[in-house]
């Protein structure tokens, strides 16, 4: 359990005090029985809020549970609004269980954990679809969801065993890859009502200015505290992880390493344990190369790919141990990048509301040509989106359900 705070800044005590002085004040001025009144909501409601702070503080276990209700989660959402505390979390586990998902904790040794993912049944799920939602990386999405997998069994059987973050995990490879594709379903499926922060590292390259404007400064809270406090369940993207600046990668190793971080603005202490947090990076890629080929999620290889990543690139030693794993993402095969552009296709129809039948394998062969090793499918969304676009004007114009995408004709050249 916390400390307790004394003083003025504990917030419970600057409400008890302000509505102490409040109800003194009007008492003294408002004589009339609907001015008494009035002082008695305030009074009471300001210590309905110093209530709910210190549950806050030094129940979260009770808050949680509170905040599985519609009831409890307004009544926290606009304590927490109110005063900057951070959110119980727990929305995940609450829309589960509203939906009768059988795989939400609800006995007193799961509550360490908010995943709907909780046992390997269910691991073992999540990765199935994973490996048809993101084509070609089966092995980086097994060994990521077996390592999930055993922290979140800790969590359940150890309750008290947080501290760091649940998961730390650096994707590396060219762009255009899946990196981020992959990053992101991963956190949709252990947290369905979750959080999801994109940060790009190029935008932190200056120190001062991309501290203050993660972390916060004086009395503004930075973009990564503020998306913690509101949503706790949280996955983490930094793309171009290797560009921040070293002290922003330093501030970000205390998050990884205790799970936790004081709000400048509000000195609040703000929880990430239940953040999973992605490095992404295309220049660790080709740093990994000399080695990718043994990849393995073993001791011995990861070592090495860390030796590498801190001799090679900008990112600290202690910031590099913090990694889980790293899981360099190798291009996809011919056979896969045709699938992908099919899929790619058949969505583009599908927001048309037509069902693609058929493509011309003329069309697929260009498409697949176009994707190189440097760039992966930068660019493929677009170029879909304009190949397809007179057809699927046409087919919604005459009403026509299903589409066969054919290779059109050449013109004949006009003198």
Request: glycine residues 8%.
């Amino acid at each position: 359990m916390k400390e307790r705070e004394v003083g003025t800044t504990n917030p419970v005590l600057r409400l008890l005090i302000i509505g102490a002085i409040a109800a003194f004040v009007m008492l003294r001025l408002v004589n009339s029985p609907i001015g008494q009144w009035v002082v008695i909501v305030l009074t009471v409601g300001a210590a309905a809020c110093a209530a709910g702070i210190y549950i806050l503080r030094y129940e979260p276990e009770l808050a949680k549970q509170w905040y599985k209700v519609t009831p409890g989660r307004i009544a926290f959402n606009f304590i927490c609004a109110l005063t900057g505390e951070q959110t119980p979390g727990g929305v995940a586990e609450a829309a589960a269980m509203n939906k009768g998902d059988h795989a939400v904790p609800t006995d007193e040794s799961n509550r360490s954990t908010y995943s709907v993912l909780t046992t390997k049944i269910d691991f073992e799920m999540a990765a199935g679809k994973l490996r048809n939602e993101v084509i070609g990386h089966d092995r980086v999405i097994d060994e990521i969801m077996s390592d999930l997998r055993r922290a979140v069994m800790v969590r359940v059987k150890r309750p008290d065993s947080g501290g760091a973050v649940l998961g730390m995990y650096l994707l590396a490879g060219q762009p255009g890859i899946g990196k981020q594709l992959l990053a992101v379903a991963i956190g949709r499926h252990l947290y369905p009502e979750g959080g999801v922060l994109f940060l790009d590292g190029r935008e932190y390259m200056d120190a001062a200015s991309g501290t203050a404007d993660l972390f916060g400064h004086g009395s503004t809270s930075g973009r990564l505290i503020t998306a913690v406090r509101q949503e706790p369940l949280h996955t983490i993207i930094l793309e171009n992880a290797d560009s921040a600046h070293q002290e922003v990668l330093t501030g970000l190793q205390y998050i990884l390493q205790c799970g936790e971080y004081v709000d400048p603005a509000s000195s609040v202490l703000i929880s990430f344990e239940h953040c999973l947090v992605f490095f992404l990076s295309r220049k660790i890629g080709r740093v990994l190369g000399p080695i990718v080929d043994d990849f393995s999620a073993e001791d011995d290889w990861q070592t090495r790919a860390s030796k590498l990543i801190i001799d090679n690139t900008g990112i600290p030693e202690s910031v590099a141990e913090c990694v889980h794993l790293t899981l360099p993402m190798s291009p996809l095969t011919l056979e896969e990048r045709a699938f992908v552009v099919g899929r790619l296709m058949q969505q583009e129809c599908q927001k048309y509301r037509v069902q693609l039948d058929w493509i011309d394998p003329e069309i697929l062969a260009e498409e697949v040509e176009l994707i190189t090793d440097e760039r992966g499918f930068d660019g493929v969304h677009a170029r879909i989106k304009s190949r397809l676009r007179e057809d699927l004007q046409r087919a919604v114009e005459i009403s026509m359900p299903r589409l066969s995408i054919r290779k059109r004709p050449l013109r004949a050249r006009r003198d």
